[in-house]
């Protein structure tokens, strides 16, 4: 994204600031009927960032005021930030009420320098209605990592006045007994109000610094001996017996003894100390043998001090350098370690640690005797995330930088939301929530298949979700399946399988890789298995209350060749996954390695990987183009056992390449980039096998589709609610009662064109040929993530005339994705030649893709259109366009407001509304006025105008005419292969004669007969 926005700074000839700079401008808003108010009392933060080069910028401070009663507002920046050229700047608007939730907010708008701002002049900010979306997460205790979430709350208890140190809460006969070692090395038993029991001083030991009890028995350390006391009906049994020599070890400080039982059949025995030479160490020992050590571990990052153990683990406390540390441990039979320290409050002693098995609670003994409950579980998740605009597949509003414990975030309500919470710090699994219908009260957001959350309006201004205490409760599951070959198991060269989070939409990052074998991460000591001669598998994955969405990746290499195949799976908790087999298909593409964006993802993984070049066309030059963000759809529903359909999203960064793991089956890519036009193309299989696809982008331009550039003008209007600026002749001034963006007064578009793009407002963009008056208007056009799409079409229409039926076809598209509400297209008519007092109508011919292949014509069907991009074209109205009925023209709905065309008699032109293109072929229907050959074939070569139209030739209702010579006519055979609007030429006796389909229902087959026209003079009275 810096990339990107450094090129705009040089593509608008911007210069280097090196003094302050104003912001300034008015922030209107766009209320839910789709009018333009003034908005005052709108907060504009413009926040201050420290660039730098290894992460994102960290913010330095934040400069905030009001907007006033007209919305005008104004922000200096002064020469201390000003001239530091490795700051960046985010604005920021929000329109808030009484009770701090947004009625209205601006633009979601990324970092920029300096330089780029300080030419903006006044800019129009458009704030939209917002939502507040407040966030938290819970799940099941942890842990925590957090030294603000530990909670010390005193007992009201303290121990006398001799006390020395530790603490054991332990059962004795039924009875919760407090026990402490005393300074003349006694151990005193209390009861559970804290009133003396007894002593037991005869222990065989002294200079005592640690105990702990184990049953009946009770071991006592200090720094050149452990004693073993034995309790027999109460006596303590103490002997030399019992004692074992630790002198060896040259102990300088005991930090504690501890007891784990939870390893081997007798438990085990923990020595923590630290050795003359300053060294931690940690001893293991069996608890019925402590003659010699069974590990030593060296472990300078665990601070010598007291542990406790649990089935999953333990955490100790220890004294860092004067500081105590709480800390966890990781254990294993041969294998320590501990991590994550979290300070405990800054001049606390800790002189005792124990458990209450009673209770379930920890206690802490004080440098003063106090006794305090000390709490360092939580189930309040840290959390990060990012929301992400569904129709674009990239973050709107994301925080990956600081760990959140709760969030409050603002956005427009307008537009539909993938949501994903990704938890840190305790045993959960990332969150995916599909955010859609946002812009009423009372609409539900589901979570999982178990609990919604409702949107709330507030004091019928504001909206709000409440989306506090997600569960993000998750267990460790074995999935468990094969990978087929062929649909049968097959030796593999190399073979594993990768694990990506599925996000809401069937969204893929394509760095967004789970962790590897994860069983053993997780502490449950189970490796993942993927057995390349049977293609068996048994790996761990997360299964989570709202349900852990998953896309599996099975990739295996044999003979040379790359396999991959895909299946998606979701996981809730408390349920225990079937088997799941994924067949593999050959992939495309060239051997590499893949890229996770997370550090923990494990050992690299090799597959097969297909490269996208991006590049541009300059002139002459081509350069490449980093930073762009990319959407490639994939549809393998037909491929047993890999049946799925999904969208990997996937960014260049400072790079042109893109690379994705893909099947040999086409895909279509998407590329969005703030310096070019947005671009949609379609590989095909046999344009997949190098393994690398170039696309190259250009600059905003109309062109026919042969590639030819054409004069257009360029223009914006505002985009209005009620479509009132959405029509063929928007009004041509700006303010509130027309259609040019406030501040423009040429039809132009902004003096600045970048405040175009950053100020929320929404826009049509409008292309249109001055010399015919051809139009391309697009409708509300989607500027959240690059340029406006651009434009293919004829200059003329190809005119032909059948006896009085006149028809003009043309040609329009675009190489772009549909990020535009819809299309309205303007062409011209020559009312010299077609009768337009009479019916016009507009029939759709022909369907292309974006590189103008055919994939539908008329005689096809409706019903091949199911699934293709073009299935819109079969309900709203639109149908009319391809049944073969047309639809017609109103010369009275100059707005389109009641139909889909508007015949414009006053300038010549012909007005009509479509959902989207790629390219298309409309086709003009008219009576003509002149029906003859002579006059046909005159029109055919005039292509200029008359009366303000344009206008060529003509194509017949015929979609396609099949010419057949003398050796080929069997009427019989090829009567089988027409279809509606089909015809065949053929000649019998030297005589021309057409055959064609004009209606075909379930019973019958309506024809048209025609036969070429014969002249004969006759004499008076001849016969």
């Known amino acids: 994204m810096l990339a990107v926005l450094f090129f705009l700074v040089i593509f608008l000839g911007l210069s280097l600031v090196s003094a302050s700079f104003n912001i300034t401008g008015y922030t209107k808003g766009i209320n839910a009927g789709g009018g333009i108010v003034d908005l005052n009392s709108t907060n504009i933060s413009v926040e201050i960032y420290q660039l730098n080069l290894n992460g994102p910028p960290s913010l330095i401070t934040a400069i905030s005021n009001l907007s006033n009663e007209s919305g005008y507002f104004y922000t200096e920046i002064n020469d201390t930030y000003a001239e530091n050229k490795s700051l960046m700047y985010k604005i920021s608007l929000v329109k808030y009420n009484n009770d701090g939730l947004a009625e209205y907010i601006g633009p979601n708008l990324p970092y920029f320098p300096a330089e780029q701002l300080d030419h903006l002049g006044t800019v129009y900010f458009y704030l939209r209605p917002g939502i507040t979306i407040d966030i938290s997460a819970i799940g099941p205790e942890y842990v925590t990592e957090d030294a603000s979430k530990i909670e010390y709350t005193s007992s009201n208890n303290n121990f006398s006045t001799d006390y020395k140190a530790g603490i054991e809460i332990i059962n004795n006969s039924g009875e919760k007994n407090y026990v402490y070692l005393n300074n003349s090395d006694c151990l005193i038993f209390l009861n559970e109000t804290f009133h003396f029991n007894r002593s037991v001083c005869d222990l ?112 100790g406390i220890g004294n860092n350098s004067g500081r105590y540390t709480f800390y966890k441990i990781f254990m294993g ?43 360092f579980f939580v189930s309040d998740y840290g959390f990060r995330y990012q929301f992400k605009d569904k129709k674009l597949g990239y973050g709107v509003e994301e925080s990956f930088n600081e760990l959140k414990y709760n969030s409050r975030v603002y956005l427009p309500a307008d537009r539909n939301y993938s949501f994903m919470i990704y938890p840190q710090g305790g045993p959960a699994f990332p969150v995916s929530i599909e955010l859609n219908n946002l812009t009423r009260g009372g609409n539900n957001i589901s979570l999982g298949t178990t609990e919604n959350r409702t949107i709330t309006s507030i004091n019928q201004a504001a909206l709000y979700l409440n989306l506090s205490d997600l569960n993000l409760t998750t267990e460790m599951v074995q999935l468990s399946g094969y990978s087929l070959f062929n649909d049968k198991t097959a030796d593999f060269d190399n073979y594993t399988i990768i694990a990506y989070l599925l996000e809401a939409g069937n969204m893929v990052f394509s760095k967004g890789m ?68 994924i067949t593999v298909y050959p992939m495309v593409g060239n051997e590499a390695t893949l890229e996770s964006q997370f550090l923990e993802f494990g050992e690299p993984a090799n597959t097969s990987l297909f490269s996208f070049n991006i590049s541009a066309r300059n002139g002459e030059n081509i350069t490449e183009v980093t930073n762009v963000h990319s959407e490639i759809s994939v549809d393998y529903s037909n491929l047993n056992g890999s049946n799925v359909t999904f969208y990997w999203m996937a960014d260049s960064g400072d790079t042109n390449i893109i690379k994705i793991p893909l099947l040999n089956e086409s895909a279509t890519i998407k590329i969005f980039s703030p310096q070019y036009p947005p671009i949609k193309k379609t590989v095909a299989k046999g344009d997949m096998q190098e393994g690398v696809y170039n696309i190259t982008l250009e600059s905003l331009k109309a062109k026919k589709p042969n590639g030819e550039i054409l004069d257009v003008q360029f223009r914006n209007f505002e985009y209005k609610d009620d479509g009132s600026c959405s029509v063929p002749w928007p009004s ?76 003009e076809a043309w040609r329009f598209g675009s190489m772009g994705p549909n990020i535009y509400d819809y299309v309205i297209i303007g062409v011209p008519y020559n009312n010299s030649v077609i009768n337009e007092s009479l019916d016009m109508r507009v029939n759709i011919t022909k369907f292309h893709d974006e590189n103008w292949q055919p994939v539908w014509e008329q005689g096809d069907g409706l019903d091949s259109l ?158």
Not at 979 to 999: A, D, E, P, Q, S
Request: glycine letters at 12%; proline letters at 4%.
């Open 866 to 1023: 199911n699934g293709t991009e073009y299935e819109d074209y079969k309900a709203g109205g639109y149908e009319e366009y391809i049944n073969g009925s047309a639809v017609w023209c109103n010369s009275s709905d100059a707005n389109l407001t009641s139909g889909l065309c508007y015949k414009d008699i006053t300038n010549k032109m012909l007005w009509f509304k479509i959902p989207h293109f790629s390219g298309i072929e409309p086709t003009i229907i008219g009576q003509a006025i002149s029906s003859s050959s002579e006059e046909s074939n005159r029109d055919n070569s005039n292509t200029g105008s008359s009366g303000g139209g344009g206008g060529g030739s003509i194509v017949s209702r015929w979609i396609k005419e099949i010419k057949l010579n003398d050796s080929e006519l069997n009427l019989g055979q090829t009567l089988k292969e027409l279809k509606k609007n089909y015809r065949i030429n053929f000649n019998v006796g030297g005589m021309g004669h057409y055959l064609g389909i004009t209606n075909i229902t379930n019973t019958s087959v309506t024809v048209e007969v025609a036969s070429t026209p014969q002249t004969a003079t006759l004499l008076i009275g001849e016969e």
């Open 732 to 807: 041509e001034t700006p303010g509130a009662g027309g259609c040019l963006p406030d501040g423009v007064g040429n039809g132009g578009g902004p003096v600045n064109p970048f405040t175009w793009v950053i100020s929320g407002g929404k826009y049509d963009l409008e292309m249109r040929q001055t010399a015919t008056n051809i139009t391309v208007h697009y409708v509300n056009v989607d500027l959240l993530a690059s340029q406006p799409p651009d434009a293919r079409f004829d200059d003329s229409g190809n005119r032909t005339i059948g006896g009085s039926s006149l028809r």
């Open 333 to 375: 039979e041969g294998d320590f370690s501990c991590d994550k320290p979290v300070n405990l409050t800054e001049g606390l002693i800790v002189k005792g640690f124990a458990e209450d098995p009673f209770e379930e609670k920890y206690y802490i003994v004080n440098g003063s005797g106090g006794v305090v409950n000390i709490n």
């Open 204 to 315: 065989n030991i002294t200079n005592i610094d640690d105990f702990t009890f184990v049953n009946n028995t009770v071991y006592l350390i200090n720094l050149t001996e452990i004693q073993v006391c034995n309790i027999d009906s109460g006596n303590f049994v103490c002997s030399d017996e019992n004692d074992t020599n630790l002198t060896s070890l040259n102990f300088s400080k005991i930090g504690g003894v501890s007891y784990n039982a939870f390893l081997g059949p007798e438990g085990r025995i923990f020595v923590s100390a630290q050795n003359s030479s300053g060294e931690n160490k940690v001893y293991l020992y069996n608890s019925s043998n402590l003659t010699t050590p069974l590990h030593e571990w060296y472990v300078p990052d665990c601070y010598v001090g007291k542990m406790l153990f649990s089935e999953d683990g333990g955490f």
């Open 514 to 581: 789970m962790p590897q074998n994860m069983g053993q991460k997780t502490g449950q000591n189970i490796n993942d298995v993927f057995n390349k001669t049977s293609g068996f598998y048994n790996m761990t994955l997360p299964a989570a209350a709202y349900g852990a969405d998953i896309l599996l990746f099975a990739t295996a290499k044999k003979d040379g060749k790359w396999y991959g195949g895909f299946r998606t799976v979701s996981l809730t908790y408390g349920e225990t996954p079937g088997q799941l087999d």
